[in-house]
């Protein structure tokens, strides 16, 4: 069985220390690939060699193959961690990870394939008895088939590109009249934003709940569940808060939705760590969505309720090694959520704010997590996805993990750029959060910028007297002189108590 010795991570951010970290107490070596923007970036510094591989666009640097395994040829790396976004699920990379002798801690290329196709991927789950939403199983090709298809599932519907992702690609249909010119529209959106002009329709479920389930396989055939994420609270069809346990399914419906995860994953000869996601109706019925072929962004709420090390888990599979457990053997204790830090503005529709972070200090002590890439100083590169951090809270029930939450939420100090943070707290505090009646409509539901307004002239006169109280305690050198018991100015909207507390 091969044993890896050094990893190169093809990613950058958090997601790139993450996976360091995990190789590093593997005793594996990490090499690090950064673009010109990221330069003084964490991940660089923490690998323990570090390769520029191009200019900041993506184009020349993250998602240049050939840079990547050139630096694996010259720095002797035997495997490749791509993370998520970027290479993680390009098929043609996996292939050429393998074709080129090295390790590819994912799925096989063939996997990446079938599951990177929405179609193909139901069509690959349906050999076995798994429930998928009312539409269309193949490309639309003739629109008056489709238009009949649409009717007998009865409007609203959802014209869904097949190789979409990341909340794109995705048209709701209110009636018959709308048809053709959404479906114009997804089908162009389609065509200009993956390449591929193929949709299909689904019946668009009013109130759903999106619910995910971790598996992981290795390559004796062997494949379990890790079970559920609730990923329900989203903007633009995605994620910003997610939690482990979902308070929403029963023990039953947590066991068949196990179940057909792990046999949508065996329907395409899945090895490694993967999501199988489901949205959930008023009803409780599930349907399968789709399979991202990779490390999720929200796998830390899992690892905290399992204990087990995902990364860790991926890598040993990666080498050959047959899962250290069986179905039986898994359980979960507590509860985990997570919120997504992004450099967003809630109060102007969810709107990256780029800039840069001039305050930049992270919550700590019992029960919190910070997975991050960022430091006080640093810019937000226009050029990446804005997530600054995610900000994770593990306690016994959920209660406790909700106010853990608010209290890592509250000492969380960034200026210089919007954040989500407060957005996450009055999400937080919300009674339809807390009581469990939320669905993916929690932001047009209960969410009005001016909930989160804080430019009082209170609120800028005690920020004013904050900022020149901190400017005259920095010393000579520019740093700032302790002084304990000092109080430490706390923003206003982290005391408000928002409608739903
Ligand atoms: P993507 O690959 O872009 O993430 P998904 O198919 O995973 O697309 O769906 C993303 C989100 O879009 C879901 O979490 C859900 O909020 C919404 N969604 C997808 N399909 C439906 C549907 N049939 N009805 C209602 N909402 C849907």
């Known amino acids: 069985m091969p044993q890896i010795q050094k990893i190169l991570v093809a990613n950058r951010g958090e997601i790139a220390l993450r996976i360091m970290r995990t190789a590093r107490e593997m005793n594996i070596r990490t090499v690090a690939v950064f673009s010109e923007a990221d330069r003084t970036s964490p991940h660089v510094r923490y690998a ?5 591989i191009g200019p900041a666009p993506s184009s020349e640097s993250y998602l240049n193959t050939e840079k990547i395994l050139k630096v694996c040829r010259d720095l002797n790396v035997d495997a490749i961690h791509p993370g998520y976004g970027f290479l993680s699920e390009n098929a043609a990379f996996a292939q050429k990870v393998a074709e080129a002798g090295l390790i590819f801690i994912g799925p096989s290329a063939a996997s990446i394939e079938v599951m990177g196709s929405k179609i193909a991927a139901k069509q690959a789950a349906s050999q076995y008895n798994i429930p998928m939403v009312p539409g269309t199983v193949s490309a639309i090709q003739d629109r008056m088939e489709a238009k009949i298809i649409a009717s007998s599932i009865g409007y609203p519907i959802l014209i869904k590109a097949s190789a979409g992702g990341g909340g794109k690609g ?3 249909v209110a009636s018959e009249d709308e048809f053709d010119e959404q479906m114009d529209r997804a089908v162009s959106e389609a065509l200009s934003s993956f390449g591929d002009g193929s949709v299909f329709i689904e019946k668009y479920i009013t109130s759903p709940k999106h619910i995910e389930i971790q598996i992981l396989g290795d390559h004796h055939g062997n494949i379990v569940y890790l079970f559920e994420r609730e990923c329900s609270i989203q903007r633009r069809h995605q994620k910003v808060v997610e939690e482990a346990p979902s308070i929403s399914i029963t023990p039953e419906i947590r066991h068949e939705m196990g179940r057909c995860a792990v046999d949508v994953a065996r329907s395409c000869g899945y090895y490694g760590a993967g999501t199988v996601e489901f949205i959930m109706d008023e009803e409780r019925n599930f349907y399968f969505l789709e399979m991202n072929t990779r490390l999720q962004v929200e796998h830390p709420v899992t690892e905290l309720i399992t204990g087990i090390d995902l990364v860790k888990q991926m890598i040993l599979v990666a080498e050959g090694n047959p899962l250290p457990f069986v179905q039986e053997d898994l359980t979960f204790k507590g509860h985990a959520i997570e919120i997504r830090v992004y450099a967003e503005d809630a109060t102007n529709n969810f709107l990256p704010d780029i800039g840069t972070l001039h305050t930049y200090t992270k919550p700590d002590g019992n029960g919190v997590r910070v997975d991050d890439g960022f430091e006080q100083g640093m810019e937000i590169p226009i050029y990446y996805d804005p997530m600054i951090a995610k900000l994770i809270t593990y306690g016994e029930d959920r209660e406790t993990a909700i106010q853990k939450m608010i209290r890592a939420i509250d000492e969380y100090q960034i200026s210089g750029v919007a954040t989500t943070l407060p957005f996450c707290r009055f999400a937080m505090q919300h009674e339809a959060f807390v009581n469990g009646s939320f669905d993916t409509n929690f932001v047009s539901n209960y969410f009005r910028p001016d909930m989160l307004s804080t430019n009082s002239d209170e609120e800028t006169a005690s920020l004013a007297a904050v900022i020149s109280a901190y400017i005259l305690n920095l010393n000579a050198a ?20 928002f409608a739903g507390s």
């Open 48 to 52: 323990d060699e570090a390769v520029c």
């Open 170 to 172: 995705m048209r709701i």
């Open 478 to 497: 520019g740093k700032p002189v302790q002084n304990e018991g000092e109080n430490t100015y706390v923003p206003k909207w982290r005391s408000r108590r």
